[in-house]
């Protein structure tokens, strides 16, 4: 069986190693070819979740299952302006 983990990339201190894309896809196209959800979960080392939030985010491209960025689209409200900022440096 392939190894489905990247472990190089990650240090022992991760408390989980993160499934690559390629794993995602496996899972979520043998999901959808009416196979058992604990032979798949047993079979790529995922959760029930985390297989169910794949499949949901599935759209037939490879890219749909890319972990997304959980930075803000915009500044904080209350953020410094430039001004106050140099005006900080200053002190």
Request: glycine share 2%.
């Amino acid at each position: 069986m392939k190894n489905y983990y990247n472990r190089k990339t990650y240090k022992k201190t991760q408390r989980y190693t993160p499934h690559t894309l390629e794993t995602r896809l496996a899972a979520v196209k043998t999901y959808r070819n009416k196979n058992s959800i604990s032979f798949i979960c047993r079979r790529y080392k995922v959760s029930k979740a985390s297989l169910m939030r794949w499949n949901k985010k599935y759209d037939g491209t490879k890219e749909s299952l890319m972990d997304k960025s959980h930075k803000p689209h915009s500044q904080h409200p209350n953020a410094h302006t430039a001004e106050e900022l140099a005006w900080i440096k200053k002190i």
